[in-house]
């Protein structure tokens, strides 16, 4: 059973950084994809990165060019690198990971079989 411990939240100001990080246990990391997903109150979680076990990524629309996704499997870790965060980035941000899946769609929650407890990212303005 893979475990996934992710942390790195807190405050910053807008225009500020913060690198999430999600350390993997439990199972082999270097066949996991890992995404990041977020969910502010009242709203619905919502894809924001993901990483699959080859390397390629993909970003929601509105983190392109602010937010880089990627995976040190020696490590087994993967990070998420906000730049440039606003206040909308303001959310509980979460670290998921599936095992290799042969239509896997990295944008849908529903494909992760395993979650991070959830790490608070605020940004004041």
């Known amino acids: 059973q893979v475990q996934l411990v992710d942390s790195g939240g807190g405050l910053v100001q807008a225009g500020g950084s913060l690198r999430l990080s999600c350390v993997a246990s439990?199972?082999?990391?270097?066949?996991?994809?890992v995404g990041w997903f977020r969910q502010a109150p009242g709203k619905e979680r919502e894809f924001v990165a993901a990483?699959?076990?080859?390397?390629?990524?993909s970003y929601a629309d509105f983190v392109k060019g602010r937010f880089t996704i990627s995976r040190d499997n020696a490590k087994n870790t993967g990070y998420l690198q906000m730049d440039s965060l606003k206040p909308e980035d303001t959310a509980v941000y979460y670290c998921?990971?599936?095992?290799?899946?042969?239509?896997?769609?990295?944008?849908?929650?529903?494909?992760?079989?395993?979650w991070g407890q959830g790490t608070q990212v605020t940004v004041s303005s």
């Open positions: 998921a990971a599936v095992p290799r899946l042969s239509n896997y769609s990295p944008s849908r929650p529903g494909e992760y079989h395993y």
């Open positions: 439990g199972g082999t990391f270097s066949v996991l994809a």
């Open positions: 990483v699959s076990w080859g390397g390629s990524t």
